[in-house]
C-alpha cells in the first residue's frame, strides 16, 4: 500500500494534472499561507453541472503542486456539491496529519472554497472579486520554496 502512494505521489511530481490557467472560468479563489506567504490559485468550468475544467497553479513547494494535481483529478467530472463534500473531507482527514505535513493539501483545499465562494458571488454580481482563504496549518519553511 506504500508503495503504491509513493507511486502516485512520485507520478502526480513528475506529471503535475491540471497545472495551468483557465483563461474562462465560472469560478476562481485563492488560497494563501499567511505564515509563509505560499499561495494557490483553483479555477474551475462547469459543463452540465459538472466541473468540466479545473486547473491551479501555485507559488509554493512542490508537494503543494502534488497535493493540487491529485486534488483536481479527483474533483474533475463531479457536481459542486460532491467536489465540496470531498474537500470537507480531505480537511477533516488532515486533522491527524502533523501541521506542517497538511498545510499544503489544506492550501489547495482553501483556494478551491475561496472559487465556490466567488462562483456563488458571480450570480449576484457579475463583476465580483476573486475571493481569498487564509489557511491555519503553518508549513515548515525548511521545505517550502517558490516552485513553479
Same mark, same amino acid.
Given at each position: 500500500?506504500?508503495?503504491? =502512494? ?6 502526480? =511530481? ?7 490557467? @483557465?483563461?474562462? /472560468? ?16 483553483? /479555477? ?5 453541472? @459538472?466541473?468540466?475544467? %479545473?486547473? /491551479? ?5 512542490? #508537494?503543494?503542486?502534488? $497535493?493540487? $494535481?491529485?486534488? #483536481?483529478?479527483?474533483? !474533475?467530472?463531479? *457536481? @459542486? ?7 470537507? %473531507? =480531505?480537511? +477533516? *482527514? @488532515? ?9 499544503? *493539501? +489544506? ?16 450570480? %449576484?454580481? !457579475?463583476?465580483?472579486? =476573486? ?10 519553511? +525548511? ?6
Amino acid at each position: 500500500m506504500q508503495d503504491e =502512494m509513493v507511486s502516485v505521489f512520485i507520478d502526480h =511530481m513528475n506529471s503535475p494534472r491540471n497545472y495551468g490557467k @483557465l483563461e474562462s /472560468y465560472d469560478g476562481c479563489g485563492i488560497g494563501k499561507n499567511p505564515q509563509n506567504g505560499e499561495s494557490v490559485i483553483v /479555477y474551475f468550468k462547469l459543463k452540465d453541472a @459538472l466541473i468540466n475544467e %479545473i486547473a /491551479y497553479q501555485v507559488k509554493a513547494c512542490s #508537494t503543494t503542486v502534488v $497535493s493540487g $494535481s491529485i486534488f #483536481t483529478d479527483t474533483v !474533475k467530472g463531479v *457536481s @459542486l456539491l460532491e467536489a465540496q463534500t470531498l474537500t470537507n %473531507i =480531505m480537511l +477533516e *482527514s @488532515l486533522e491527524s496529519v502533523p501541521e506542517e505535513e497538511a498545510a499544503c *493539501s +489544506e492550501i489547495v483545499a482553501a483556494a478551491f472554497l475561496a472559487a465556490l465562494e466567488h462562483y456563488e458571488n458571480l450570480k %449576484i454580481d !457579475k463583476d465580483a472579486l =476573486m475571493v481569498t482563504k487564509l489557511t491555519a496549518k503553518e508549513c515548515n519553511p +525548511e521545505i517550502a520554496d517558490e516552485s513553479k
